[in-house]
């Protein structure tokens, strides 16, 4: 009897333990035209995808240049009229920040050129000789607009086209990050569309949440990671030239989808891939983008001089496929 009872004892005290090893809750969803992944702990039962959707919704409204009816969309087509909303305000304010930092190689008045090129939501011209390109140059540079005291955008010229596409989908995960704390939610991991934001610790396994740098010659339907990394309060974007890229039908040349905003020019430099951690989703967002354009070398410095960010570029020597890491980023991988 007496060994039944204790039995019994541990018996309860083990389920008791598997009771109170919290487990994360998962919320899934489409958002800017790929899926998200929400893994997050509440003692609640809550349901996150109407209030994740909202947020989303909002973004496309004010950025987003694959809805007509948004407020970039109708400035993009001349409308001078619009009164943007603070969403585009702090979208362009971030842009203006990279823009300034990365010399003008991160610069969102190159819609004109993806457009041209064909990674935008028009048909891609058929023909870019260095006349085309020419003319195409000048309705491009981040100086060359503004927002005015009542609001509006300013554009040097009509023609001036805007894509925050490089730094919009990680401005939309902080601001889903952003709704999660409002709701009390401490502990969670956003993927959208490859980017991170991760926020104090996966509890179940009482680490930081680790997540992967992917490898490069990784196929969709087989992603493959090259290194992990954890991630305690910060984001992670990357950017690559490896995937997407377009072969012109007539000369047959490939054209990658990094733009030189300085020259116009659509060719991939060495580096490879950017993987950047930072604060925001926005800024690792658009750190990446300026990696691709910048290089290797000028990526050094650019990383060189920004405090709270970290990097991990592959880039290409020669025939060789080679890493580059930042001090910071060497240091939390090994803490992995």
């Not at 190689?105 to 064909?118: C, E, K, Q, S």
């Not at 596409?165 to 939610?185: F, P, S």
């Not at 950017?239 to 040349?253: A, C, E, L, M, P």
């Not at 116009?264 to 990446?288: M, N, Q, R, W």
Request: hydrophobic share 40%.
């Amino acid at each position: 009897m007496t060994r039944v009872f204790y039995f019994l004892i541990f018996l309860m005290v083990s389920v008791a333990c598997v009771e109170k090893t919290p487990q994360p809750k998962v919320q899934q969803g489409n958002a800017f035209g790929t899926t998200y992944t929400i893994q997050f702990y509440s003692e609640r039962n809550v349901d996150m995808s109407r209030g994740v959707d909202s947020v989303i919704n909002q973004i496309n409204q004010s950025v987003s240049t694959y809805m007509p009816t948004s407020d970039i969309s109708k400035i993009n087509k001349g409308d001078s009229t619009i009164v943007v909303d603070d969403i585009f305000k702090e979208v362009y304010v971030i842009s203006e920040k990279v823009y300034k930092e990365s010399s003008g190689y991160f610069d969102p008045t190159i819609g004109v050129l993806r457009n041209a090129y064909g990674f935008g939501d028009v048909k891609p011209l058929e023909r870019i000789d260095s006349p085309v390109l020419d003319s195409l140059m000048r309705y491009v540079g981040f100086q060359k607009v503004s927002i005015t005291s009542e609001g509006t955008v300013k554009k040097e010229h009509p023609e001036i086209y805007f894509d925050f596409n490089a730094v919009a989908k990680g401005y939309g995960i902080d601001r889903i990050g952003a709704y999660l704390e409002a709701e009390g939610i401490e502990n969670f991991l956003i993927e959208l569309g490859g980017e991170l934001l991760a926020k104090g610790q996966n509890i179940a396994k009482n680490k930081p949440w680790v997540v992967g740098i992917e490898a490069v010659d990784s196929a969709l339907d087989n992603r493959n990671y090259e290194a992990t990394v954890p991630l305690v309060d910060r984001a992670m974007a990357s950017s690559g030239n490896y995937r997407k890229f377009r072969i012109d039908s007539i000369t047959g040349k490939r054209f990658v989808h990094t733009i030189n905003p300085l020259t116009g020019s659509a060719e991939k430099s060495d580096v490879t891939s950017a993987t950047i951690l930072a604060p925001t989703c926005a800024l690792a967002d658009a750190y990446a983008t300026a990696c691709m354009a910048l290089g290797l070398e000028k990526s050094k410095v650019l990383l060189a001089s920004l405090p709270n960010v970290e990097a991990y570029l592959t880039y290409q020597d020669g025939e060789q496929s080679r890493v580059y890491q930042t001090p910071g980023m060497a240091a939390i991988m090994k803490t992995n």
